[in-house]
């Protein structure tokens, strides 16, 4: 009799012993992909802040000609505080953003913004692209359908320099 019921006891111990051990390596490998989703997240986030940061930075140390910025309008931010900051005109700032004549004030939009630039010639407005890997100027022309002249003429710190994964490209299209 004390025979089955240590036999029992014994049964008992190794089915609580497997449920605890399942338990724990669910439990623990769990954990483990947690925190490998979070540390990959938190290392991405950093990586995209670097390559913004380090784009503004070479597309600010690399052009010695005027360039083109994007600027997010506040609610009410007039067009000519604007125009004066970045050393333009509202009417460049309308043409290269397709603003209406009547638009004198932001409402929370980005536009292009060419800085030192009085006169967009020929006319044309602005839009912009995230350069890809393998993207060059070339490519970037025949599929929006521009030449490679203007293309360059509009980025000119691109032109004289490898097209990069993250940089902006602005992509004019001639107003006929």
Do not use: C
């Not at 010695?64 to 000519?80: C, F, H, I, K, S």
């Amino acid at each position: 009799m004390w025979f089955r019921w240590v036999r029992r006891l014994f049964l008992l111990a190794v089915v609580i012993a497997t449920f605890a051990g399942v338990g724990y390596f669910i439990f623990h490998d769990t954990g483990t992909d947690r925190d490998r989703l979070y540390n990959l997240q938190v290392t991405l986030a950093i990586q995209t802040a670097i390559a913004a940061r380090l784009n503004d930075a070479t597309r600010t140390a690399e052009a010695p000609l005027p360039q083109y910025r994007l600027v997010t309008l506040g609610n009410g931010e007039a067009l000519l505080d604007v125009a004066q900051k970045f050393h333009t005109t509202v009417e460049v700032l309308r043409m290269a953003n397709k603003l209406l004549p009547t638009v004198d004030f932001g409402s929370g939009e980005t536009i292009v913004v060419p800085e030192g630039v009085q006169i967009l010639d020929p006319p044309r407005w602005l839009k912009h692209v995230i350069a890809q890997p393998n993207d060059t100027l070339s490519t970037l022309a025949a599929v929006n359908n521009v030449t490679l002249e203007q293309l360059q003429k509009d980025n000119p710190v691109l032109a004289n320099r490898e097209l990069l994964p993250g940089d902006i490209v602005f992509i004019p299209e001639l107003l006929t």
